[in-house]
């Protein structure tokens, strides 16, 4: 996020940011690019605990901050550049720690060339997920997407979209650890013997690196994508080759970078950082208003060059 600092809003959104703090900078900078407006993005804010003063000063900072947005592409429109689709994902539902969880699953048409876990944003599993599992279907992944919502009865019933960032950021890391777990199993379950990876968006580019740091044994290939880095990162069980993916102007993410470096540098981990420089966070998104083509569509071929290395 761009943020660079936010006095205004006090000490606890500096420096590292929290999955909380992150999810608050998500409503900022939404507010920034046009997205919502003020009374809404207030009204987000004040779900996720943050006063009037406070979060009207963020919305003042990030303001005088953000640069032009790019525009997304029309509803139902076919994004330039789309890889091969097998269509969108379909729902499934499967046994979790605390009960059924839910998810979108898909399949390739022939022998999977590795399972994907795939973790949403902080909307939860949007149009955007599923699309992107048969995405990855079509390029001969297994794919699923577990819905984190799934306790709350699912994304879908949701009525207010603005409750699921609060939601999420009400749930405990160990709990949200737990389901990205089961959907491992599940994977294993569905796609028998095929080599795991996990890439997770924003809330779920912070989920991957949470589970790189839990030591996650099955994962062979993880690529977070512009997520929140644990404040003091260790990764000495880490057993995955991570493609960590940045946008250029997301300052408030991009601070963590050189700690993920170094954590992944002390674990002997193999490990590759790519930066999409002019590209805003949330820039492989194409539902949103700062969908880049350009770099979304190198994004999406360097992971699967990723994958394709490391999950055969």
């Given at each position: 996020m761009r943020p660079g600092t936010w006095a205004g809003a006090g000490p606890a959104y500096a420096g590292c940011m929290a999955l909380h703090d992150y999810?608050?900078?998500e409503a900022a900078e939404d507010h920034a690019d046009g997205g919502l407006s003020r009374r809404e993005a207030l009204r987000r804010l004040a779900l996720l605990g943050l006063g009037v003063t406070s979060a009207g000063g963020l919305l003042a900072a990030c303001a005088v901050e953000s640069p032009p947005t790019r525009a997304a592409p029309a509803p139902g429109a076919e994004p330039?550049?789309?890889a091969p689709t097998v269509g969108p994902g379909q729902e499934i539902r499967f046994p979790g720690p605390a009960g059924e969880l839910i998810g979108s699953w898909a399949?390739?048409?022939g022998r999977p060339g590795g399972a994907v876990l795939v973790v949403h944003e902080n909307e939860g599993l949007t149009r955007h997920f599923h699309d992107l599992v048969g995405r990855l279907a079509g390029a001969g992944y297994a794919a699923l997407c577990v819905d984190l919502l799934s306790a709350r009865g699912g994304t879908s019933a949701i009525a207010d979209d603005a409750q699921a960032p609060p939601a999420l950021a009400d749930t405990p890391v160990e709990v949200l650890l737990a389901d990205l777990r089961a959907g491992i199993d599940e994977l294993g379950r569905r796609a028998p013997g095929a080599g795991l990876g996990v890439v997770?968006?924003?809330?779920?580019g912070g989920m991957t690196w949470q589970l790189l740091e839990a030591g996650e044994p099955r994962l062979r290939a993880a690529v977070p994508f512009y997520g929140p880095v644990p404040e003091r990162p260790d990764f000495a069980g880490v057993?995955?080759?991570?493609?960590a993916v940045y946008a250029g102007d997301n300052a408030g993410v991009n601070e963590g970078q050189d700690r993920a470096e170094a954590a992944l540098e002390a674990a002997g981990a193999t490990h590759w950082t790519r930066t999409f420089e002019g590209a805003q966070d949330a820039f492989f998104n194409d539902t949103g208003p700062r969908y880049d083509?350009?770099?979304a569509s190198q994004a999406y071929t360097e992971m699967l060059d990723w994958f394709d290395r490391y999950l055969e």
């Open positions: 999810q608050v900078g330039p550049g789309r399949a390739p048409a997770g968006f924003q809330f779920g057993t995955a080759a991570v493609l083509d350009a770099a």
